[in-house]
Structures are given as C-alpha cells and as structure tokens.
C-alpha cells in the first residue's frame, strides 16, 4: 500500500496514477492528507449488469466498485482487490436518480476524509488513522451522465474557413475551456441536491447555454476536495473504441440498417448544398445513390472478411474474430469490446490500404491509420507527456481529415470524443487504470458466467516426448572444425578449472551438453507462449513467430522467422538451456526478403527464407511476433509485435532492500532505463489536401424505392 511512495520511479513517463498530474497537484493541494502515504487513492467504478444472463433482457442490477491505486501496477487493476461497496438492487436501472443511492457511501467517504478511522498496519504493528479519497469516476458514456449531471445525449484548425469541404459553414471559434471544479460550482449554483429534470422540455441546440445542460448537481461535490480534482470523470476508452470501430467497419461495409452511408446522409449533403456528386438523383420510381469513396465494392467486402477469416493471433492475444465474419453473406456481425480493440488497433492498420484503389487509398486510408495509430499509442502501458501532446494534436487532424471525407451522420459524438482521450492521459496517466475493462471481467464474474477465456500465463507444454540423438560422423573441414574447438574449450577450461579461475557452472557447461535431451511442442519465457509451427498449424492461434533483436549500433537488423523445434538440452550439475530451431526469412534489405511500407509497418517475404546454417538460437533471445497476410500482395506478410500481458516497463526502484520478502501476488516486470516502447503514430502530411473525386463510378450506383422516402423532406429541384 505504499508502493507509490516507496518503490516508484518518478522519472517523467506515465506508468501508473501516481505519475500524473492530477494526483500531484492532489498532493500540493492537501498536504495533510499526502503526508500519511498509506492514506488510500480509491476510483470509483459503476455500471449496470443483468445478473441472469441473456435470458432476461428487463433486470439492471448497479454495483458500484472502488479500486484501490496505491497498489504496483500489477496488482491494483485485479479482481482480488477490488472492494463492492454497494449494490444497488433492479429490476429497473437508478438512471439519474442514482445519487439516493449514493448517499450512505458518500457519508463514509466524507469520514474517511475528514475523519479517518484507526486502522492496524500488520508490517509494521501499530495503529494509524487512515484516511481516504476518491480521485475520480470509471464509467461508460451513458453512466457518465448519471454520476456527473452533465447532460451526454443532446476548434480552431487550418480547415476553419474551407466551408466547402464540411457543411458549407466557416468555423471561426475558439475550442471550449475544461471547466475546473469551481466553474462548473458557479454554473450549478442554482440547483441544489437531488434535483431531477428528467422531464425538461427539449429546446433547440443554439437555444441552449452551458447551466441548461445540467441535469442535477452531483452528489459528489458533498465531497470537501471534489471541486478541487483535475478529472472527475473519465471518458472509458474501452466503449469510445468500440462504437468508433462499430461506425467505420459498417459504413465501410455498406452493413445493412447500420451504416452511416445511407439516404438519410445524402439527403443531408443536399440539404447542406455539399459534395454535389453524392446527391440523391431522381429517377422515377426510385431515388439513385452514388457510390462514395470509400465504399468497399463486393470483391473488396469479400477480400476483407476473408483476411480477418484467416488471420491468426498468438495465445491470449485476441479471441478468435473469425467467428464474427460471415464469408457468405459478407457481413461481421457481434464482434466483442475486445474484438473492436484489435480491429481497430491492428487489423484495420493492416488491411484497409491494400482494400481501397490506389487513387482513393492516401485520402481515406491515412486518417484512418492515423486514428488506428492514435488509440495503439494511447493504450500504451508506458506514456510520455510530449507524444500525448503531439497525439493530441494529430488527432484533430485526422478527424477533420474524416470529415471532409465521411458523411455528417458519421461524425456522431463517440467520434468526437478521441479529441479529450490525450488530454485525458495527460493529467491523469495511462488508460489502463481508467478503463471499463477490468470493471466488465468483475461483473462477469459477480454473475459466474464469463464469455471467452484467456489464458496467457499458462504453465503446461503440450505433448512433451523423448528422442535420443545421435553424433553424427565428422564428413568435412567445417565439422572437424567445429569438433576440434569444442575438445579445445573443454581443455582449456577444464584447465582453468583446476587452476581455480573459472566457476564450477562454466566447467559443466564446457563439457558440452548430454547426448539426452526433451523436445516440447511449446515454452513459455519472456512472458510468451511459443508454439511449435506444426502444432499452431491445427489451431486457431499463431504462436510461432519469433523474433530476435539486432544491434542497431553495429548494424545488425532484426531477424524474424518461424519456430520449427524446441530443444532443451541438459549439461552436468543440473544445467538446462533451452534452444529454439527456426526458419528465418531473408533479411536482405535490397527489398526482396523485407521492406517498411510508407505507413513505417515492417513486412517480410515468405517465399524467402535465409538459407543458413545456423538455425537455433536461445530461447531467452527470442521475443514473440505474429504475421498477417497483405490483402495487396499476399506473399508479403506483416509483422506485428507483441507485448507480454502481464509485464510491466518500470525503471529501476529508487531502493533495493534484500531483507524484503517476497510477495506472492508480485508478477515479474521488465526494468527498462529508457521509454522502451516506439508509440508507431504516424503523422499526416499537411500538403496532401487536395479534394479528390468523392464518388466511387467502378461502383454501382444504389436506386431507393421512393415510396419508402418521405417526399415531404427532399426537394429534388
């Protein structure tokens, strides 16, 4: 519990809530209460669940979940520590209203702040007052309505004067302030608690000012220090991700009934009086629908599902996508927050520039990438100030890129969002301790019933057997040689031994190793599953691709290649060493073998493999890659790195106590002196603006039956 205090590095990089900038200025601000470091940083978590599964779609039970952030990064986001402190019973969710609830909750955390409660420390054996605050909400879009009172249902760039390009209006604004606690007090001074609007008479858009938006004055500015927190209440990354890939893949898709590609959009560019091309054209019976650019015709919604159909992940990577695709119908129904987190993080980077012709693929691919870039970066374990302040401006690029591009249907408020997520990140730190996912695995299991299982930290290889190998005969001068240095390091060190000069461990080793030795189909190091080639074969996981890092200082490039065998071999006084056998690609980097597209994504050949006799390496080398197809050219693969789950990038603790006992719920982490982690955001090119076609002619044309059009809203002169 304080970890944060003790153990910590503050070495300017965003790990965990306690290198943020809302929980420093927390501590400048109430002095008092930092003093004590065991005094407890809580979130608040809450959301509806229906606790009987999807027979009964009418019941909404609210737990409301605090997490404890004192605790090291591997431990603070588990299960194990999270502590239910109400239960707020259905049939019917609370909606606005929730706050009665609240209220017993509030009144202990009022205590626990002003007051504290004596608590015993077991590491030390003594009592102390122990205080406690909630620095801010965990919460999904709808719910933060509810907890905030904001109501959620109802920017100067270098575009603002291109009326032509977005809705025939010049943006001339200034973007909006963050309101701090005591503006948003100022605002709300006429409400009092537990004041409800639920039926406020709508009014129109430009009628409304900021006090209006408000539904209620929350209950947690009966909280002392509430005003005075940076973020109260998070934007969940994890749903923004979801809806946001939901828009793109079904407009992409032309999904039916889902797409925001449909008459309604085109009859609001008439309306609008943009994008001629994409107006509705009367003809008789029916109204004529062009094509834009960046609809899939039926060959390329084919080539997509097809690629996410045969796509592979490694173990605990992903859960198994091609489920969700129909390669019949060509339709990707029911993907996961998860799914939506890989789609748009990974696949829609690897697939939508080799779907789209080359004269539409810059224009609508690079935004697309840039936002894909965008939410990798973010949900990076390890953030720095300066790339989210880049990211936070690149983004609003790429958005106003979109919308020059995407229908104004498209651009409902979870595409807005992304624009506050790097803001976000920068007063309160990575996503990870933010997010709903962690929150959604704990109400799957208060109701027993979890969906998809993964299980990256596995223990048992599979298909474990014994094979004797035999020593092969000496046939020509690179084998004597080889035999020859082997029989000398063995004297040699055999000598030194005796003499004292080396360690028993180099004495066994230099004997070489015993003509026994194991084969596993798979290993686990590094924090991976590795799989052999064979075995992955028949399964719906890719766990085969190894990489091995190069020198960049001496001029060694990455290899990158696929693991055939698994040997361990054993050596004298109990000595194993576990060697990988691979087939490495060429890395020749003439661009036969391996090459880095425009996008800066590595690909390499698999018809090319490097012809070496050297095909093993140690398995403490290797790190664990994957490869995805190109949809361009299929003998090119990508290659995509992975990260182990549950490792952490921490920097070395200020203090190394040998006294310290071992914690049985630590998880091993890398300690890494640098960032250790290339964001991949790849920015926009400022001269690339010129207005390209926005109907697609390749693509037939949509004919909409006018009896299923109200006249009354379309004039066709």
Partial sequence: MTWH?????????LRHPADSKAWKIFDEIHESFSFEKRNVRLGLASDGFNPYGNMSTTHSTWPIVLVQYN?????????????????????????????????????????????????????????????????????????????????????????????????????IGLSPKQLSGDDVLSQLCDLEFLIFRNGAKKRKHDELNEKDNWLKKSIFFKLPYWRT???????????????????????LMSTKKKTKDNLNSHLDL??????EELHPISCGEYLKLSSACYTLSVNEQRDFCGFLKEVKFPDGYSSNIARCVNLKDRKISGPKSHDC????????????????????????????????????????????????????????????????????????????????????????GPVQYRWMYPIERYLQTLKNYVRN???PEGSIVEGEHKYMIQQASVKNVENRHKKQFREWFESHITQLYDERKVSKQLFDLARGPLEKVVCYNGHIGNGFRFQKNEVDCSRRTQSYGVLVKGDASTGNCDYYGVLIDIIELHYMGGNKIVMFKCEWRDVDHCGRGIMVDKYGRTLVNVTHSLKSNEPFVLACQAEQVF?????????????????????????SPKEENDNDEEDDDQEPYQQNDSHGHQMGFTSTDDQDDAIISLDRVDIPSRLVDMDDVDMNDVDMN
């Fill in 5 to 13: 205090h003790d153990k910590r590095v503050d070495d300017g990089l």
């Fill in 71 to 171: 605790l090291p990064s591997w431990m603070c986001m588990k299960q194990s520590y999270f502590m239910l402190a109400l239960l707020i019973p259905g049939p019917k969710g609370p909606g606005i209203k929730i706050d009665i609830y609240f209220q017993p909750l509030i009144d202990e955390l009022k205590k626990l702040w002003e007051v504290g409660v004596t608590t015993f420390d077991s590491s030390r054996n003594q009592n102390f007052n122990m205080r406690a605050a909630v620095l801010w909400t965990i919460n999904d879009f709808p719910t933060y309505r509810i907890l905030s009172g904001w109501n959620t249902t109802g920017a100067l760039h270098r575009w603002r004067l291109e009326s032509k390009k977005f809705d025939g209006k010049k943006e």
């Fill in 229 to 251: 927190l940076f973020l109260r209440n998070n934007l969940d990354v994890m749903h923004i991700k979801k809806n946001v890939c939901d828009s793109i893949i079904e407009t």
């Fill in 270 to 275: 008439k309306a609008m009086g943009i994008r």
């Fill in 341 to 428: 987190h890989i789609l748009l993080e990974t696949l829609l980077l690897l697939a939508i520039d080799g779907l789209l012709p080359e004269e539409v693929s810059a224009k609508v691919s690079k935004p697309l990438i840039v936002l894909s870039n965008f939410f990798k970066a973010l949900c990076s374990k390890v953030l720095s100030v300066d790339d989210l302040e880049k990211m936070e401006s690149q983004i609003s690029i790429a958005l106003c890129q979109l919308e020059m591009i995407f229908p104004p249907l498209f651009f409902d408020v979870m595409m807005h969002l992304p624009i506050h997520l790097a803001g976000e990140a920068m007063i309160a």
């Fill in 453 to 455: 299982s993964a299980y």
């Fill in 627 to 651: 490869y995805v197809k190109s949809i361009r050219n299929p003998q090119w693969h990508f290659v995509i790195k992975t990260e182990p789950r549950n490792y952490y990038n921490m920097s």
